[in-house]
């Protein structure tokens, strides 16, 4: 076993079995909270299948709309992560779920364009701060490889929020209404409602730091606490630990564009999905069906695809290769007429969107610490989520535009193509910082 040279090999040993604990008791609740957010900000895809025509949304209406989520997200991220540094990780992310699993069930009573924009947009701010809360949490836990291999086990909610919910959401349509509101109404009801209930649970069940857990032994707090130390304490000597570090660091605004290209593909595919899969002619609860398939398939890809990059010596060819791969399976879709084919495409547009989400997190966690990945973390995740609403809204536009799928497509894939290539130019900033580079 690999261990840490200012470390004992058997305090090293004994970190590892707390780390291992600290993995099975964080991840099942974390991963449960992840799924529950990726689907309350998906799964107007599903209701736009009934609700656009119901409420006399165009096709750049509910892009726009559907896309401010991501502006409201921008808005409020950094200063979001900054209070939880500050309040803690416990009551910070159980506001957050509280509150967005309060507005996603209000969006069900939206009238029109401009309340259905305004929801959206509120969503957006309520959630601000929770992916990258999620991530500088880890960093309060986890070391090196550990903090890789937890954020890939974590990203595993994307594709799995799309296989349970899109299923669910295709039956919920197929309702027709029940009590004076409509299917659509129900769906965003059923699925806002578990945000609240776990943010409640939160309360009880997070602690903010390793010495904050009552389940870990005080020697077991003590050599934890030991081995982030040493290991932040690499990353502050060469990249500092200081808010100032990261904003003023370059690196953190190129990753931050990386981030803002695999979004655009993230969102604006994942958002457009159902309505994609309904021109093959199949019922709502099909279109549900199929397309949970390309996010079954990711999963199992995504999983592999960071165990490899994480042994690794070097992950960024991992990462640029994974959104290189969407973006010429984006591509080829547009020019395939058979429902099978284009799902085939689909799966691999996915599956290397997930695989490039999966290995691109350990990059800026391998060299921001303290205040730094506080703001920087945000930043990244803030700019990058600007991709949540131009991948949407383009699509939606251009779509109206042209009359089909097929030109913006097009246009999300180059965008890919682009983050793929800037992240090959950059490399990997944290290679020689830290633990990450030796465990």
Same mark, same amino acid.
């Given at each position: ?32 909270? #992840? ?120 990203? $595993? ?94 690196? $953190? ?41 390309? #996010? ?121 193509? $682009? ?21």
């Amino acid at each position: 076993m690999p261990g840490h040279p200012a470390m004992h090999p058997e305090h090293y040993a004994a970190s590892e079995r707390t780390l291992a604990k600290a993995y099975r008791r964080i991840l099942p609740f974390i991963f449960a909270c #992840y799924v529950v957010s990726y689907l309350d900000r998906t799964n107007v895809g599903f209701a736009a299948l009934t609700m656009n025509r119901e409420l006399g949304l165009t096709a750049q209406e509910f892009g726009l709309g559907a896309g401010l989520f991501f502006i409201g997200y921008f808005l409020f991220e950094i200063p979001s992560n900054l209070i939880m540094q500050k309040v803690g990780a416990r009551v910070w992310i159980a506001r957050i779920m509280i509150t967005w699993g309060l507005i996603s069930m209000a969006t069900a009573f939206v009238t029109g364009p401009k309340s259905f924009a305004a929801a959206r947009f509120l969503l957006g701010l309520a959630e601000a701060g929770f992916t990258p809360g999620i991530y500088l949490y880890f960093t309060h836990w986890f070391p090196g490889r550990w903090r890789a291999k937890i954020t890939a086990a974590f990203l $595993v909610g994307i594709p799995v929020a799309n296989m349970i919910g899109s299923p669910i959401s295709g039956a919920l349509l197929q309702l027709g209404g029940l009590h004076g509101l409509l299917s659509w109404q129900w769906l965003l009801l059923a699925e806002g409602l578990p945000a609240i209930l776990l943010g409640i649970v939160c309360l009880f069940v997070l602690a903010d730091r390793p010495e904050k857990a009552r389940w870990l032994s005080e020697e077991d707090k003590q050599l934890l606490a030991q081995r982030l130390a040493l290991e932040q304490q690499g990353i502050a000597r060469k990249h500092g630990a200081r808010l100032r570090d990261a904003m003023t660091n370059w690196r $953190v605004f190129v990753l931050a564009f990386v981030n803002f290209c695999g979004i655009v593909g993230s969102i604006g595919v994942g958002l457009w999905m159902p309505q994609i899969i309904k021109q093959f002619g199949v019922s709502h609860a099909v279109v549900g069906w199929l397309a949970a398939i390309p #996010y079954a398939l990711g999963a199992v890809l995504m999983l592999v695809w960071a165990r490899v990059a994480n042994r690794a010596s070097n992950r960024v060819p991992y990462v640029a290769g994974a959104l290189l791969l969407a973006a010429a399976s984006l591509a080829v879709s547009t020019v395939l007429d058979v429902p099978t084919l284009k799902l085939m495409a689909l799966c691999l547009t996915v599956s290397g969107i997930l695989a490039f989400q999966a290995t691109y997190w350990a990059i800026p966690s391998g060299f921001l610490t303290g205040r730094a990945a506080a703001g920087g973390l945000a930043l990244i995740v803030s700019v990058g989520n600007l991709g949540g609403f131009v991948g949407p809204s383009m699509i939606g536009g251009i779509k109206e535009f042209s009359g089909s799928f097929t030109a913006p497509l097009l246009a999300v894939a180059c965008v890919m193509l $682009v983050g793929a290539l800037t992240i090959a130019w950059l490399g990997d900033p944290g290679a020689d910082a830290g633990e990450a580079s030796r465990t």
